[in-house]
């Protein structure tokens, strides 16, 4: 998992101190990956199914169709270990002067407006120096390098790196890795879990309605005696809300990302109301053809039988322990809209989840020993010998999440009526669980207040500080450090995502920078002369770039979508007058409740809000769209 969280904790604790000393930061060195291809070629226009292109990327199946410079590259042997499963490319590790190659030649699907290349790498060395690039890895497609690693990147386990390659849509180009060794003191280069993901058809629906719409899922599930395995079955039904018929839906198994295709920790089976197809993107995205077109206005519902199983790691889907957080793991219907599917990559960095508002009813069986804090209202019911059943009802809400464990728990309401539960994990104090619940209630209210009532009836809040990310939101369901400024992050993203939605991967400023705006003016921040602090690290760098860039660009991520992001709303404000925005806001959120947001959207409310003329706003702060 990658070292800097990727959530509020980190981000916003440092945004003084980083955007303070922003101007002194250079670059982004290059021995990181800062390179994404480019061309001004245009894409084919065809359509485009949604497809994984590398063969045999995560090494298990042979050698083939990898070119390796020598036998052995491709290999299982002692020294290092795999990302996932058994096999993996080592390239290099000789301490003397040596070059490894290794590439596969791939089609790149026309007609698809994403394309994403990533890979896993681990890099270790002998080398002692921290500023000279003695060894080097250099990953390339086709005739463009994308990045240029060394034993300056050396770490102790496996970082993914991403780029977009969309570029090369319609072209077969060859994918490959070069490592070169000096004369002494080895560098091994490990490589694992390579792919190339695509997804959007260029040629779009005749209109831009997002479809399929009004989804309601049903879901029973009962899980083991400690809570890490759950089994049952789960229903989705949904309208086609759009004129263009809708023969095939896409169903997101999101977390699926924390095993491998080999070894799915969530897997769908005995579907019914449709045919399912191959799984995509990693194994996240799995296709069911319905039986018959579905027209503008016709509903549908398919079914299929489900199995989840939690991995170990403080994360957000797996296991502290005894305690486990299930974030993503019911499957959730892909969204359909004028650019066609949305069926873009996981990532760890940030978010990649753009689902539209649902309801869930959803029964959760589980010893009676364990808690079950969810998204929506639960009700408990006695079940078979030793069980509890934990039905849990939520109404437009975008995803459902919930915890499982031992955990100790307190209560209260808030001022504006709010019931709030603190779940806390073993080592969390009384003291810290009572703050924390002070908090919640501060920041419940606070955000209320500014942007519309909190909808979602009661707010569970599971605490533990070994979460690597800091936070993370669910619909009425959070999960956090012992920290007041990132559990009102949280927090705000009911608002934030929650209830005013957006594309996460295309546009992540829109729910990170405004929750990060959200925080500051419930904690009273006014954020004074923090624009003055902001230096871009390159022409490409825009608040407003997408996932695929942060990818890419992750020690950049935090600074300028969380604090560059804020900052620019806090000189927005300076602009239109605190009145104006505060009005702006409450009325843009009330515009978009439970629908979806985009910049375009918002920069055109900003600007109807003043008569001053925002095209050189936009520009200086480098939003687009």
């Not at 590398?54 to 199946?61: I, P």
């Not at 977009?164 to 180009?173: L, R, W």
């Not at 959120?589 to 109807?608: D, I, L, M, P, R």
Request: charged share 15%; glycine share 10%; with cysteine.
């Amino acid at each position: 998992m990658r070292a800097t969280p990727h959530k509020a904790f980190v981000a916003t604790l440092s945004t003084v101190a980083a955007l303070a000393a922003a101007a002194l930061l250079p670059a982004a060195p290059a021995t990181a990956a800062t390179a994404t291809a480019t061309a001004t070629v245009p894409r084919p226009a065809a359509a485009c199914t949604p497809a994984q292109v590398v063969a045999n990327g995560g090494f298990e199946s042979g050698t083939s169709p990898w070119s390796q410079s020598q036998t052995g590259l491709i290999t299982n042997r002692s020294g290092q270990s795999a990302h996932a499963g058994g096999y993996f490319a080592w390239l290099d590790g000789t301490g003397r002067t040596h070059t490894d190659t290794l590439s596969q030649s791939v089609a790149v699907p026309s007609g698809c407006s994403t394309a994403t290349l990533s890979f896993w790498l681990h890099v270790d060395t002998a080398e002692r120096t921290s500023s000279v690039r003695y060894d080097t890895l250099t990953a390339k497609i086709g005739s463009t390098t994308l990045a240029t690693y060394s034993n300056l990147d050396k770490n102790t386990g496996y970082v993914q790196k991403s780029f977009d390659v969309s570029a090369f849509a319609g072209q077969t180009v060859t994918v490959a890795f070069t490592g070169s060794e000096d004369s002494s003191l080895q560098t091994s280069f490990v490589v694992d879990d390579v792919a190339l993901d695509t997804s959007g058809g260029t040629v779009p629906p005749t209109d831009s309605t997002r479809t399929p719409a009004a989804p309601s899922y049903t879901v029973n599930l009962s899980s083991d005696a400690s809570g890490f395995v759950w089994t049952g079955h789960e229903s989705a039904s949904f309208t086609n809300a759009s004129a263009t018929p809708l023969s095939e839906v896409y169903l997101r198994l999101w977390d699926n990302y924390h095993g491998s295709c080999s070894a799915m920790p969530i897997t769908v089976s005995n579907v019914t109301g449709g045919t399912a197809g191959a799984l995509s993107v990693a194994c996240t995205a799995l296709r069911i053809d319905l039986p018959t077109p579905l027209a503008q206005g016709q509903a549908a519902t398919i079914g299929f039988d489900l199995a989840i199983t939690v991995p170990s790691g403080a994360d957000r889907f797996g296991h502290d322990g005894a305690f486990s957080n299930i974030g993503n793991a019911l499957p959730v219907l892909a969204v359909r809209d004028g650019a066609g599917w949305h069926l873009d990559p996981y990532t760890n960095n940030g978010e990649s989840f753009y689902s539209l508002a649902a309801d869930f009813t959803v029964a959760l069986d589980h010893p009676s020993g364990l808690l079950v804090p969810a998204t929506g209202t639960s009700v408990d019911t006695p079940g078979t010998s030793g069980r509890t059943v934990t039905t849990a009802t939520a109404s437009k809400v975008r995803d459902f999440a919930w915890g499982a464990g031992p955990f100790s728990k307190i209560s209260g309401t808030s001022p504006g009526g709010t019931p709030i539960t603190i779940y806390s994990v073993s080592g969390i104090s009384s003291a810290d669980s009572q703050s924390m619940l002070t908090t919640a209630k501060n920041a419940v209210d606070a955000h209320a207040a500014r942007f519309g009532a909190y909808p979602y009836g009661e707010l569970d809040a599971i605490i533990d500080n070994n979460y690597w990310f800091g936070g993370m939101e669910y619909p009425g369901f959070v999960l956090d450090l012992v920290s007041t400024t990132a559990l009102t992050h949280e927090i705000g993203h009911q608002w934030w995502y929650g209830i005013v939605g957006d594309d996460e991967y295309a546009g992540p400023w829109l729910d990170e920078a405004f929750t990060d705006y959200a925080t500051d003016l419930a904690l009273g921040k006014t954020g004074t002369n923090c624009w003055s602090g902001v230096s871009w690290a390159s022409s490409a760098e825009k608040i407003t770039n997408s996932m695929a860039y942060w990818d890419a660009h992750p020690s950049r991520y935090s600074t300028v979508v969380y604090g560059y992001g804020k900052c620019a709303l806090h000189d927005l404000r300076r602009v239109l007058g605190d009145t104006a925005m505060a009005k702006l806001l409450k009325d843009y959120a009330a515009a978009h409740w439970y629908g979806v947001s985009t910049t375009a959207e918002f920069k055109a409310a900003a600007q109807a809000a003043t008569a001053t003329d925002l095209t050189t706003f936009w520009t200086q702060h480098r939003i687009e769209g």
